[in-house]
Structure formats: C-alpha cells, structure tokens
C-alpha cells in the first residue's frame, strides 16, 4: 500500500532524471561538435548555432518545398591570368551542376572589373564594368568588389529574384539550392570574422543605436545567396563602408585582407539584414577533411603534404596543390593526386580541377 502511494512521486522523479541526462548529452553534443578544423580554432563550433535566425523563424520559412527559387550566380573577377584559370574551372562545374536534381542555380555572370573585354567574354558570360579610380583601392584590389556588384545590380538586366555572390576559387561539388529562407540570406560563418571581439572598430561604422554588434554577422560577402532587391540596397552601403574602413588606419591594420568581409557584413546589419548560416554551405580543404554534403570547395589554402600523407602547413610540401603557385598562367593539366593518407576533400578537389581542365578547349595555351 504504502509502495503505491510513492508510485506517482517515484515516476515524476525517474522521469526529471530522463530529462536532466538528456538535457546534459544534448548540451555536451553541441559543446563537443568540430569542423574539423585544427584544435585551436575549434572555438568556432558552436558559432552557427548561437548565430542563426533561422532558429526563431516560423516553421513555413524552414521548409524548402514549394516552387523554384533560381539565382542568378555572380562573381567578381579581373583579367589577369591567375583570375582567369580559377573563372573557367567554376564555369565548368557550374554547368555540370546547374541542372542537376536539387540544382536551383539560374544564369551565370563573371563581372569583369577591368574597364575592357578580354579573351575570355565568348566562353564565360560575361559583363563588364570599370574598376575604382586609379589610386582609389589603395593597392587592395578587393576593394572592386562591391562597386563591380554596384554597377552590375545597375545596369544589367538580371531574371532571377535572388543571387548567389561567389568568387573564382569556387567549385560546385553538389547541386546547389536555394538556401535563404524569406528575407533572411543564406550566409557561409568564417571562423575569423569575430564582429564582437572587434566591437572598438566596427561601432566607428555600426554606432549603437543601431542595436547590438551582435547584429553583424560572422561572414563576409561570399558565399551569400541574397534576394536581388535586397542586395540593390546594400551594394552601395557596401562599397562605402569598404572606403571608410580602407582609409581609417586603424581599421585596415586590424581588419587587413578581410578588410571588405567585414565591410559586407557591416552594410548588412546597417540595413536590418541577417543571415542565416549554413556551415555546410562550403568546405575549405585541408582543413576540412571530407565533402559530405556541402556544396563548393574553396580551394584558398594550400595543401602541402608529406609523401606519407601527413599535412605540412606553412613548409612547402612533397605533394602541393596551391592556387598561388599558378600565378602567370593555369596549371597543367593530369595534376598528380595526393599521396595515400591525404583528406577526401583533397583528392576530390585535385580530381575536379583535373576533369575540368581535361574538357575546358585550349587549356593549356591559354593566358
């Protein structure tokens, strides 16, 4: 008798205990989960998760079903030939790609800032626009970048309602959807983009009325799959807030080469737009060992390797793929694969440049 009075309290009890150890292996998950970055800059792991609106988004916006979204994909480009290699190889993956299953990719455009067509304008769409004034970029050339997309959004007629702002050392991997959900973007989180570590600097150019640094997002321009009527709004805030940041010399010695990522995101919280981030958006080997389910390869850090297989970042290696090291021209075609012990997402990108480069006419000779 006394053992079925208790029932009901030992049952509320066992049941709290359910709840706290589930409570506790959640937390430890999403405390312990890696991007299999090195361990010094696993702090980023939890980064999207404090980071991403989508979590208080109405469940409609969530759900990808529905008809197409297509965008139009864009990057920004200059006629020089380390430039020109890096365009066709992300063209031919883009038609590879663009109408595959689950592909919402719509038309392609390389915005040529160099003021002139080059040889490249009857194999890759191409529209081209001028560069900042001479001087004006202050020897950063990035700095094109968002008057290139200011032109561009002015002149061009463009179809699609959305665009997918991607750069020359992208390949699609996987067929591309559209990832933003209603007014929120679909944003990439780089590790090294840390707006609130930065709160000095970025309320000269995001004052506190405006609300929390929190509000500007870890990401920089690209990847970014925005509505078209959004990014007509934030191009030429972009564009200012990158010559404010160039000529204020504290800002260009903090902010350095991520000077104009920092801009973009900046020019987005000015105009009340966050992004939802999708860290499976892109890899960047060698420090993302697999593809999984991502969706472009960055290809913006070398991958040097002993011939055992073990990365040897920062010393030049036995085996090396490094963009840079094709500065004056594209590299040769039949590349060699990576030692045995090399990272999948390696391999992939080395096979991919080399089927590219195997069906891309003139490969070789071309400059």
């Not at 709840?19 to 999207?48: C, E, G, K």
């Not at 081209?128 to 700095?143: F, N």
């Not at 020359?168 to 591309?176: A, C, E, Q, S």
């Not at 640094?213 to 007509?232: A, W």
Request: hydrophobic letters at 40%; aromatic letters at 12%; glycine letters at 8%.
């Amino acid at each position: 008798m006394g053992m079925r009075k208790g029932s009901p309290f030992f049952v509320v009890l066992l049941g709290f205990g359910f709840f706290i150890a589930t409570y506790n292996l959640v937390t430890m998950v999403i405390h312990n989960r890696n991007w299999n970055f090195p361990a010094q800059l696993a702090d980023r792991s939890t980064l999207a998760l404090r980071s991403d609106p989508i979590v208080g988004m109405p469940n409609e916006f969530k759900k990808s079903g529905g008809p197409r979204r297509l965008f139009h994909v864009a990057l920004t480009a200059t006629d020089a030939p380390y430039s020109k290699w890096q365009c066709r190889i992300m063209y031919y993956w883009y038609k590879k790609m663009k109408d595959l299953e689950g592909s919402e990719m719509g038309g392609f455009t390389r915005v040529l800032h160099s003021g002139n067509p080059d040889n490249l304008i009857d194999e890759i769409p191409t529209f081209v626009v001028d560069p900042l004034p001479a001087g004006m970029d202050r020897g950063y050339i990035v700095l094109n970048r968002p008057w290139a997309f200011v032109q561009w959004l002015e002149k061009a007629k463009i179809e699609e309602d959305y665009i997918l702002m991607g750069e020359p050392d992208h390949i699609f991997v996987n067929p591309l959807p559209n990832l933003s959900r209603g007014d929120y973007p679909a944003a990439f989180p780089f590790f090294y983009i840390k707006p609130s570590e930065n709160e000095k600097i970025i309320r000269k150019f995001y004052p506190e009325e405006k609300g929390p640094v929190t509000n500007v997002d870890p990401i920089g321009n690209s990847p970014v799959i925005i509505k078209k009527s959004q990014l007509e709004k934030i191009a030429p805030t972009w564009m200012n807030v990158s010559l404010k940041m160039k000529e204020d010399p504290e800002t260009d010695k903090s902010f350095g080469w991520v000077l104009e990522m920092y801009a973009y995101a900046v020019a987005s919280a000015l105009h009340g737009v966050q992004h939802i981030l999708h860290k499976d958006f892109m890899i960047q080997p060698p420090w993302d060992l697999k593809v999984g389910n991502s969706f472009i390869i960055h290809y913006t850090y070398g991958c040097d390797y002993s011939l055992k297989g073990e990365l040897t970042y920062g010393k030049i290696g036995e085996w090396r793929f490094d963009k840079r090291s094709h500065l004056q021209g594209p590299p040769p075609r039949n590349l060699s694969l990576p030692p045995p012990g090399v990272p999948e997402s390696v391999v992939r990108l080395v096979k991919m440049v080399n089927e590219a480069t195997a069906n891309i006419p003139g490969w070789d000779q071309a400059r």
